[in-house]
């Protein structure tokens, strides 16, 4: 099973334009961005990070020199910058679209991105319809907050931590 995240335009108020705009990003490594990092960005449109992400590879022969030694140790910190970018990818993705205005709105999973995205609008689709035919939260506030009142769960109906004792 594959888990993504999935983040929503803040902006869209109509339903059907923010479903369209909703962008799923996979946790884990990006394997298109360890074998090919810069087309990577160009094909999400994360201007910012290829702009960091030049700047950095170009100043290796910089920082390390440009003899025989310093050639050899920029090559092996470029690979390990771009394992690290490989597995931070998908991460820096996230933070781009939180840049770009965009709101997390749950997680996903799936055999596949197509299955995801089916149990996510199954899911949020109903949510966002009530939501937007609910009375709003002014008036379901009770009148006197002594209408408030604390319960106890039944006997055998105790909770420790995350699991119910059966």
Known sequence: MTVYSVFEPADDADLEARAGKVAFVKEGIAWFALIVPILWLIYQRMWLELIAFLAIFLSLPVVFGSGPAGQEIAGWVSIGLTVLFAFEA???????????????????????????????FSRWLPEQETASQSVPAVL??????????????????EVIGSFPRN
């Open 90 to 120: 998908n991460d820096l993705r996230s933070w781009a679209l939180r840049r770009r205005g965009f709101k997390f709105a749950g997680t996903a999973f799936g055999r596949d991105l197509v299955e995801a995205e089916t149990r996510f």
């Open 140 to 157: 379901l506030v009770p009148a006197k907050a002594s209408a408030i009142v604390p319960t106890r769960p039944a006997a055998g109906d």
